[in-house]
């Protein structure tokens, strides 16, 4: 027995130059991940200035979606959108997410930009959590 977890070990530890770690990026690797920075959806919690630009959400004009978690990028796909009266809900996924941003308000602030307050509601797991958001969509 003692001899096959050597081996197994051993096997293992072979391949490790070949693991690599994952790649953990602050926010700022939203500008890296997006060419055209200016273009898209860009979501920060409700308490920290957009102009910080520490987005919790990002999405390209084509809706190709990074959800920020404890400093790690989560590629999203776009599953949908659900307009309402008081605004819309745009849905995404991955695997082990499930994310809502549901846009409850929104200003006009010039005709290439459009600014939003609402909540990004994240699944992933059993756990479950909502965050106040504010952002804004660039044309």
Known sequence: MLHIFI???????????????????????????????DAGY???????????KQYIFTADPLKRAVYIDQGQMVPLSYTM???????????????????ILSVKEQSV???ETVEYKGYLSVRHGRQK?????????NR
């Open 109 to 111: 602030i010039d005709g």
């Open 129 to 137: 959590d909502r965050y106040a958001v504010h952002g804004i969509h």
């Open 42 to 52: 860009f979501f920060a919690l409700q308490q920290v200035p957009l102009s910080q």
């Open 81 to 99: 959108t659900v307009k309402s009266s008081s605004g819309f809900d745009m849905y995404f996924s991955a695997t082990g997410y499930n994310i």
């Open 7 to 37: 081996a197994y070990f051993g096997l293992i530890a072979s391949f490790s130059p070949l693991v690599q770690p994952v790649k953990t990026t602050s926010s700022p690797g939203i500008d890296e991940l997006y060419q055209t920075a």
